[in-house]
T-cell receptor, first 111, second 112 residues
Framework: NAGVTQTPKFQVLKTGQSMTLQCAQDMNHNSMYWYRQDPGMGLRLIYYSASEGTTDKGEVPNGYNVSRLNKREFSLRLESAAPSQTSVYFC??????????FGEGSRLTVL | KQEVTQIPAALSVPEGENLVLNCSFTDSAIYNLQWFRQDPGKGLTSLLLIQSSQREQTSGRLNASLDKSSGRSTLYIAASQPGDSATYLCAVLDSGTYKYIFGTGTRLKVLA
């Protein structure tokens, strides 16, 4: 089982460029999450999807959009990247109230 | 709004010590609490999951307890080893929002 797969693992962008982080899980989980992790700030929730077709904002949604394409895939889009979005991004998934599983992370640098 | 706090932020202990990491949360309405380990530059690995109806969970040298009414959880690590050096994070699944909320973590260093 691959678990939770994120792509790309590394990305460098210039200010104003756009990109999409992809996430896919093969565990038939209904809930999926996007977090960002910055030094000293733990993991902060960007967006959340309880099931296919639904999404909800987390603590820090500004500057991001998400798409729950189907049950397996949950993508995070930066429409106009800013240096403040330099971070490590993690995707995670779980069954409704169950154990949370993480991808390996995507390291994004915005110059 | 649910908030999760972990104290201390960093901890350094000699090998062999038993130690306790603390996690507190402000709203007792949770479905579960989960402890994770994160090595530098890596993702998060689940250690223990405690459902809201449970008081504790054990895995090897790790024991996690949950006191939902007081908003506290502890992770007990027995006979610590240098390989236990990592950041430990706790997260609660908030039952009002169905979202996992994380603490900022405790960075543990076990000295040989």
């Amino acid at each position: 089982n691959a678990g939770v797969t994120q792509t790309p693992k590394f990305q460098v962008l210039k200010t104003g460029q756009s990109m999409t982080l992809q996430c896919a899980q093969d565990m038939n989980h209904n809930s999926m999450y996007w977090y960002r992790q910055d030094p000293g700030m733990g993991l902060r929730l960007i967006y959340y999807s309880a099931s296919e077709g639904t999404t909800d904002k987390g603590e820090v949604p500004n500057g991001y959009n998400v798409s729950r394409l189907n049950k397996r895939e949950f993508s995070l889009r930066l429409e106009s990247a800013a240096p403040s979005q330099t971070s490590v991004y993690f995707c995670a998934s779980c069954v409704f109230t169950g154990e949370l599983f993480f991808g390996e992370g995507s390291r994004l640098t915005v110059l | 709004k649910q908030e999760v706090t972990q104290i201390p932020a960093a901890l350094s202990v000699p090998e062999g010590e038993n130690l306790v990491l603390n996690c507190s949360f402000t709203d007792s309405a949770i479905y579960n609490l989960q402890w994770f380990r994160q090595d530098p530059g890596k993702g998060l690995t689940s250690l223990l999951l405690i459902q809201s109806s449970q008081r504790e969970q054990t895995s090897g040298r790790l024991n996690a307890s949950l006191d939902k009414s007081s908003g506290r959880s502890t992770l007990y690590i027995a006979a610590s080893q240098p390989g236990d050096s990592a950041t430990y994070l706790c997260a609660v699944l908030d039952s009002g929002t169905y979202k996992y909320i994380f603490g900022t973590g405790t960075r543990l260093k076990v000295l040989a």
